[in-house]
């Protein structure tokens, strides 16, 4: 595990050194749209003019594009291209949700295609994270470079389930004002720690989100949040889905970063994920949870940068 303690070195002076606050004030891109096999996808084309493979972003269970950070979203496009979107059935995408995370894979392959990507690096987050792994594994030749941000492997005999609770609040109705898919308690409790410090930037990154938030984009429905749990489900529990057998065949450089109090995912389920992809790095940020990315969203991007350069 040598990998991992080098890139922790690198964390902790990230942490120490980058501001909190950069990046934040950037203007934020229109959303634009694109028509492929018929599903016209919603999506926002941040850094467009930065050279180098585009990194294509696939977000979280019950989540649109004004639901990342966008202090995280203008520090990764302070150096590169990034592309957020909603697939098939979010809010402001056209068609179905698809009903399996293979189905949520070649929706994202099926969304680079059309941008005339012949190659991508990829970033998953939580659900995110499930189709990455599914779109590495399905379509080697289209990606370039990986990173798994609060996910887990695949079902197998090995992969740790979540927290007991964890999905009573997971699944909970949409905030009172009908803005986002989780009152401010439960943003917290899902996707931070619960100490002080913890807490306090969770409150930023959420006064972040809300003030980026756009009119035209609906928060996520009930029937979307059942089909993406019947998603959800079939990855992590049914060993017959064949994706855990899969990692071993990866060969694309692979990052995974986690919270050490991740609600959802142990820091043993990324040691099992870990272990089982061939060239992997890991990093863990301490007194973090679900949502590293969003506690500390420059230090976050300068470790995704490193690894993408």
Same mark, same amino acid.
């Given at each position: %595990?040598?990998?991992?303690?080098?890139? %922790?070195?690198?964390?902790?002076?990230?942490?120490?050194?980058?501001?909190?606050?950069? /990046?934040? &004030?950037?203007?934020? @891109?229109?959303?634009?749209?694109? @028509?492929?096999?018929?599903?016209?996808?919603?999506?926002?084309?941040?850094?467009?003019?930065?050279?180098?493979?585009?990194?294509?972003?696939?977000?979280?269970?019950?989540?649109? %594009?004004?639901?990342?950070?966008?202090?995280?979203?203008?520090?990764?496009?302070?150096?590169?291209?990034?592309?957020?979107?909603?697939?098939?059935?979010?809010?402001?995408?056209?068609?179905?949700?698809?009903?399996?995370?293979?189905?949520?894979?070649?929706?994202?392959?099926? /969304?680079?295609?059309?941008?005339?990507?012949?190659?991508?690096?990829?970033?998953?987050?939580? %659900?995110?994270? $499930?189709?990455?792994?599914?779109?590495?594994?399905?379509?080697? &030749?289209?990606?370039?470079?990986?990173?798994?941000?609060?996910?887990?492997?695949?079902?197998?005999?090995?992969?740790?389930?979540?927290?007991?609770?964890?999905?009573?609040?997971?699944?909970?109705?949409?905030?009172?004002?009908?803005?986002?898919?989780?009152?401010?308690?439960?943003?917290?409790?899902?996707?931070?720690?619960?100490?002080?410090?913890?807490?306090?930037?969770?409150?930023?990154?959420?006064?972040?989100? &809300?003030?980026?938030?756009?009119?035209? @984009?609906?928060?996520?429905?009930?029937?979307?949040?059942?089909?993406?749990?019947?998603?959800?489900?079939?990855?992590?529990?049914?060993?017959?889905?064949?994706?855990?057998?899969?990692?071993?065949?990866?060969?694309?450089?692979?990052?995974?970063?986690?919270?050490?109090? &991740?609600?959802?995912?142990?820091?043993?389920?990324?040691?099992? =994920? /870990?272990? @089982?992809?061939?060239?992997?790095? =890991?990093?863990?940020?301490?007194?973090?949870?679900?949502?590293?990315?969003?506690?500390?969203?420059?230090?976050?991007?300068?470790?995704?940068?490193? $690894? =993408?350069?």
């Amino acid at each position: %595990m040598t990998r991992c303690f080098s890139l %922790m070195a690198a964390v902790c002076a990230a942490l120490a050194i980058l501001p909190h606050s950069a /990046f934040a &004030d950037a203007p934020s @891109e229109p959303t634009r749209f694109l @028509e492929a096999d018929g599903i016209r996808y919603a999506y926002r084309d941040l850094g467009a003019d930065n050279p180098g493979t585009p990194l294509i972003l696939i977000t979280r269970y019950r989540a649109n %594009m004004d639901d990342w950070d966008p202090a995280f979203l203008d520090a990764l496009a302070n150096h590169r291209r990034v592309i957020a979107f909603n697939q098939a059935g979010i809010s402001s995408s056209g068609g179905s949700v698809p009903g399996t995370i293979k189905g949520m894979a070649a929706d994202v392959a099926a /969304f680079a295609n059309a941008m005339s990507f012949e190659a991508v690096d990829i970033l998953g987050w939580s %659900m995110g994270g $499930f189709t990455a792994q599914a779109v590495a594994v399905d379509y080697p &030749d289209l990606v370039r470079k990986v990173v798994l941000i609060g996910t887990g492997p695949a079902a197998s005999d090995h992969t740790p389930g979540p927290k007991d609770g964890v999905f009573d609040v997971a699944v909970k109705p949409s905030r009172a004002d009908g803005k986002t898919t989780y009152a401010d308690e439960d943003r917290a409790y899902l996707f931070f720690a619960d100490d002080p410090k913890s807490k306090a930037r969770a409150q930023a990154s959420f006064d972040r989100i &809300d003030a980026a938030r756009r009119d035209d @984009e609906p928060v996520t429905g009930h029937s979307v949040m059942q089909t993406q749990t019947g998603a959800i489900q079939d990855f992590w529990f049914n060993t017959d889905n064949g994706y855990f057998d899969g990692l071993s065949g990866v060969d694309d450089p692979v990052l995974i970063i986690n919270g050490d109090n &991740d609600a959802f995912f142990t820091v043993q389920a990324q040691a099992v =994920l /870990f272990s @089982e992809l061939p060239n992997a790095q =890991l990093a863990i940020f301490p007194a973090a949870g679900h949502g590293p990315q969003h506690q500390h969203p420059n230090a976050v991007a300068e470790t995704i940068d490193r $690894f =993408l350069d």
